[in-house]
């Protein structure tokens, strides 16, 4: 992420979208560990759109600790919770709050 800003590179193409963009985050855990990477982020940004991020990926951490974790607000607890799941299963650890007051 750089200022303010979500790059993601898919086939040598960067896409950028505003955090604002993002509507919801999810872990999902699967029961293929430990010989296969059994945990991924989902980071919904509109439109169709889902960034995945698996959990052995080298920016993995840094981005969802150190950049979308320091500007909106995650379910730390859930983090927890899918960290230590062995089976399939999804974890919702950010859903932007809608603006409509019914």
Known sequence: M???KIHA??????YVYEVSDVN???IMTTDLGPFYDDMGLAVDV???TVIFIMSEHKCYSSFLFDQIGKV??????KIID???CTENSIFEIY????????
């Open 9 to 14: 590179v898919v086939d040598s193409r960067e």
């Open 82 to 84: 899918a960290s230590s």
């Open 95 to 102: 859903v932007k709050k809608s603006d409509i007051k019914a």
């Open 72 to 77: 909106l607000p995650i379910d730390h607890h």
């Open 24 to 26: 919801k985050i999810v």
């Open 2 to 4: 750089r200022n303010g």
């Open 46 to 48: 509109g439109n169709n």
